[in-house]
């Protein structure tokens, strides 16, 4: 089929078949007849030895749980300039590591007078870099081909504005390849409205993969698992009862339900231990959060039995 698939391009496009791709911008990718991973192992260590962290000790996670940030802190203002080459480079990281992906975007809100503290963060975080830099996105070969999706909130996680985070991610077979982290643009009255709020972004996502995967020839032929840990905000997208409790909302997230009626997602419950994307919503203590970065295919090159070195 892959054979079959490059001759097709070469028809329709003047190309060359180089072989199987090794680097792509910055990035690693390594291809076995039964695995695909991916990383950027050479450009995170770039970044240690740019920003003067190789002799400092790693961490285990990003993120101290129990530390919120905001942007009067007292801590004193940082060089802007070197703050804003920190945090853009770890955006870049996250193209391989979505186990940052909470991190980066949350500095990425102080660009403008970030202080100490959050400069600190930043080099918190490059420091569980040090300590993570063989992990890379692993992908499965032989898994059942399916679009499934994630979608979580932290109900007014913001200390400045009080508006919560939304993350989703979505996974075909195996692996996430798909995920964001983001604040909201409105203040959730409650926990079910920051659900679904984030449950239809999510829908917007999974209606552009399924027209991807179609392109193609994958065509999803029934309705796209939307995974969500909150029954009330299910309910709402479900049932018409919850009309008058929610005419609040922005009307531009009710268009979740129209996706529902046309079979295109499908919002279903999900236990919250096993919601994959509360790693995008929040920082989470070193247990849980080594527990989300392995079933989001985030491993160590290492931990597969020597199929793959970087």
Request: hydrophobic fraction near 35%.
């Amino acid at each position: 089929m892959l054979d079959e698939f490059k001759e097709d391009m070469k028809e329709k496009y003047e190309m060359s078949d180089l072989g199987l791709l090794h680097h792509f911008l910055g990035m690693g990718v390594i291809q076995t007849k039964s695995n695909i991973f991916i990383h950027q192992k050479k450009y995170a260590s770039s970044l240690l030895d740019k920003f003067g962290l190789k002799e400092y000790k790693s961490v285990s996670i990003p993120l101290v749980a129990t530390e919120k940030l905001s942007k009067e802190d007292g801590s004193g203002a940082a060089d802007e300039e070197k703050y804003k080459k920190l945090v853009g480079s770890l955006l870049y990281l996250t193209a391989t590591r979505p186990d940052v992906m909470y991190a980066a975007s949350l500095l990425a809100r102080y660009m403008h007078g970030p202080s100490n503290k959050h400069y600190g963060t930043a080099k918190r975080v490059l420091r569980y870099i040090k300590g993570t830099l063989d992990y890379g996105l692993h992908y499965m070969k032989g898994k059942k081909a399916v679009l499934v999706g994630f979608c979580d909130s932290d109900w007014g996680g913001s200390i400045d504005d009080s508006k919560s985070t939304s993350g989703y991610a979505f996974s075909f077979g195996s692996g996430v390849f798909s995920w964001v982290s983001v604040k909201q643009n409105c203040v959730a009255l409650s926990t079910a409205e920051a659900e679904y709020i984030s449950a239809a972004e999510a829908t917007t996502q999974a209606i552009w993969l399924r027209f991807v995967l179609e392109d193609f020839g994958e065509l999803e032929a029934e309705a796209t698992p939307l995974q969500c840990n909150n029954t009330y905000a299910i309910s709402i997208t479900k049932h018409l009862v919850f009309h008058q409790r929610t005419k609040h909302i922005d009307r531009r997230y009710n268009f979740i339900k129209d996706a529902l009626q046309q079979g295109i997602v499908d919002l279903v419950y999900c236990p919250t231990k096993e919601q994959v994307a509360d790693i995008f919503t929040k920082a989470l203590p070193k247990e849980r959060f080594n527990y989300l970065r392995d079933k989001l295919g985030v491993v160590s090159a290492q931990s597969l039995k020597g199929s793959i070195s970087v």
